[in-house]
């Protein structure tokens, strides 16, 4: 007889649910997640970036490419 795999009591079968508790915390932290849809040619980018060693998905690489971006000038 086979035997079951123990899970976590917390595991979640559902990607929802685990999307709305990164959200929560995110949301928590003081930051937001963002989605994003991206063409090809955008994710070959991405993957550049990957293979080139700069970031290590393609994850990071946005979060890198976003770090490029100068801090918006406050109009005060």
Not at 5 to 33: F, H, I, N, S, W
Not at 35 to 61: C, I, M, P, Q, Y
Request: glycine fraction near 8%.
């Amino acid at each position: 007889m086979a035997s079951k795999k123990q899970v976590q009591p917390k595991y979640d079968y559902t990607g929802k649910d685990r999307v709305e508790r990164q959200r929560k915390a995110l949301a928590d932290a003081g930051g937001a997640r963002v989605e994003a849809h991206l063409d090809a040619g955008e994710l070959a980018k991405l993957d550049a970036l990957v293979a080139k060693g700069v970031a290590g998905s393609r994850r990071a690489a946005l979060k890198y490419l976003v770090q490029q971006i100068p801090e918006p000038e406050n109009e005060s």
